[in-house]
């Protein structure tokens, strides 16, 4: 005798309603799971751009002698870099848009990639090999923890706001104002401040605390952490770091 399924059966509608979720919460993680392999993916090409141009101001002399004494090249950059940043902030769509999107990162990545080059070159290789292997480590750790951390670290964006605000005018007076103190407070200060970024974007990345990345901000995403990155970086070679000059 075969059996039929009453259609005025509630359990049926429970059933069938719990099979939905499940689907659409499957389609959301694999959505979110190749978010996260585009933003480590564009990650990855920037920090590339990095390595390259750092290493062939290394290899070769009068490129680094340009990077040194190009004073026009390094306000360029600069200010080039800060327009990356702040036009998409007035129209937020520029990061959206594909390949407009792509071209914006790639100069951003090229123009920033100079200023840090002209930071790095100062140092001994040795010295930029140690802070590079630092920085892995300190990176990884700080992922891992972000993943396995109950805390939720995306409620105090706010905080960090404030704290890298702040950090930026120390950096500003110490230059007009040379005094140990803002230099050491810029130093170490400015490296927790970049892990504790590290630690809020990575969660933000992953999505499943409070507050998260939408999939359209893959761009962004990937900028804040290569940020973080970078400043954590930089202030490690600082720390560790014996200079050429």
Not at 26 to 36: P, S, T, V
Not at 89 to 108: A, D
Request: aromatic share 16%.
């Amino acid at each position: 005798m075969e059996d039929y399924a009453d259609p005025n059966d509630p359990l049926l509608g429970i059933r069938k309603e719990d099979t939905e979720k499940q689907i659409e919460s499957q389609i959301q993680e694999h959505l979110r799971q190749g978010f996260i392999a585009k933003v480590f993916g564009i990650i990855a090409y920037q920090i590339a751009l990095l390595i390259l141009l750092v290493l062939f101001a290394f290899l070769n002399e009068s490129f680094r002698q340009l990077i040194y004494t190009s004073t026009f090249l390094y306000i360029l950059s600069f200010i080039i870099s800060i327009t990356c940043l702040v036009v998409p902030i007035i129209n937020p769509s520029l990061f959206e848009k594909v390949p407009t999107n792509y071209i914006l990162l790639t100069i951003f990545t090229l123009s920033y990639s100079w200023l840090v080059a002209f930071y790095t070159v100062h140092f001994d290789p040795k010295s930029v090999l140690v802070a590079l292997f630092l920085t892995l480590i300190t990176v990884v750790s700080i992922s891992i923890y972000a993943l396995w951390t109950k805390t939720d670290y995306t409620v105090y964006g706010g905080v960090l706001f404030t704290s890298l605000t702040l950090l930026i005018f120390c950096g500003i007076i110490e230059i007009f104002f040379p005094i140990k103190l803002l230099y050491l407070i810029s130093l170490y200060g400015g490296l927790i401040i970049f892990c504790l970024y590290l630690l809020y974007d990575v969660q933000l990345l992953v999505g499943n605390r409070i507050r998260k990345f939408k999939e359209d901000d893959y761009i962004l995403a990937a900028i804040n952490i290569y940020l973080d990155i970078i400043g954590i970086f930089i202030r490690i070679l600082a720390i560790v770091g014996g200079k050429k000059n």
